[in-house]
């Protein structure tokens, strides 16, 4: 069984090449780790936070990075850690709208590269380390899912 | 010469019985005609009335060529405003339309010209909508929600 890691996280909007940053959101994984990673078994829908709206896009090509600051120096890992991140994908050419939940960790859609393969990030208590980056696919623009419910857990085995 | 030959009575009557008829008055031989030759002092003048050439209408009269210019102007826009979005950047929207549609209709004639001052009408309109002047009515308006601007990254 992995131990929860407590950590700050945030959504960040970067370009390509990560040279333009924009924090979008910020959590803590006290309000989306744990009430989330029991659901739905005994836990209430209503405890995980709603995503909030923002007016930034993140264009094609570009990236949605995750970040984390430990509440301790600790190590997670993307086979125990997880989540669901609610974005819009929204078509350039007709303007059709996608609701997408991009998959934190090893499994299913496993959506941010760098924190899927059994990757190990070190997180400190001082500065955000980034833990992976999904790709806006061409053809299309992403944002926030403002409403959606967000659920991230961070973990390791030891 | 011939010489002339006198008709006869009944012939004469005959034709006096025709003109009494018709109006024409009696025959009178060797009666010269007085005219009486009115002409205008040369001190008398008259604005002459300018002869006036009309031309002829193109067949669909004002509003359908208005009509027509829109069409012009709503088929021609987008590929004007792609190849002016190169020079003139942020501001190819309404303003920069509205320079290019204004140069068009200095320098042109006919269907162009008209579609190029149409386009001139419906940026100008577009630009006022844009500057959200409903306050100076006093309220009578009712207000908008304000739009989101979005920034893509």
Known sequence: ?????????????????????????????????????LYPADQDALALPPMPSTGFWAGEQSKIVIQAKGD???????????????????HLKS????????????????????FRSTDDIILNTSTFVR??????????????????????????DT | MARKRKASAAVRARLKALRRKHGLGEFK???PKSRTVRTRSSSFKVARKKKVSRRKSGGFGVMGKAVIGGF????????????TKNF???????????????????????????????GM?????TLAKNFNLGGLTGGLTTSSTPQLTTTVI
């Open chain 1, 95 to 114: 303007g059709a709208i996608i609701h997408r939940k991009l998959r934190l960790g090893d499994l299913g859609t496993a959506d941010f590269t760098g």
């Open chain 1, 131 to 156: 833990l992976g980056a999904y790709t806006v696919p061409f053809g299309y623009m992403a944002t926030l899912d403002g409403g959606q419910p967000v659920h991230l857990f961070l973990g390791d």
């Open chain 1, 1 to 37: 069984m992995s131990a929860e890691e407590a950590a700050t996280w945030r959504i960040v909007f970067a370009d390509n090449e990560e040279n333009v940053n924009q924090v979008v959101a910020d959590f803590h994984t006290t309000q989306t780790g744990s009430a989330a990673l």
């Open chain 1, 72 to 90: 301790a120096a600790d190590t997670v890992e993307s086979e125990a850690s997880g989540g669901f991140i609610p974005i819009i994908l929204k």
């Open chain 2, 72 to 83: 012009i102007y709503g088929v021609a826009r987008q590929p004007i405003q792609n190849i």
């Open chain 2, 121 to 125: 009408a419906i940026e100008a309109s």
């Open chain 2, 29 to 31: 031989r060797n009666s």
């Open chain 2, 88 to 118: 003139l950047g942020g501001v190819s929207d309404e303003i920069g339309m509205l320079l290019v549609t204004g140069v068009i209709a200095n320098f042109t004639t006919g269907q162009i010209r008209n579609a190029a001052l149409i």
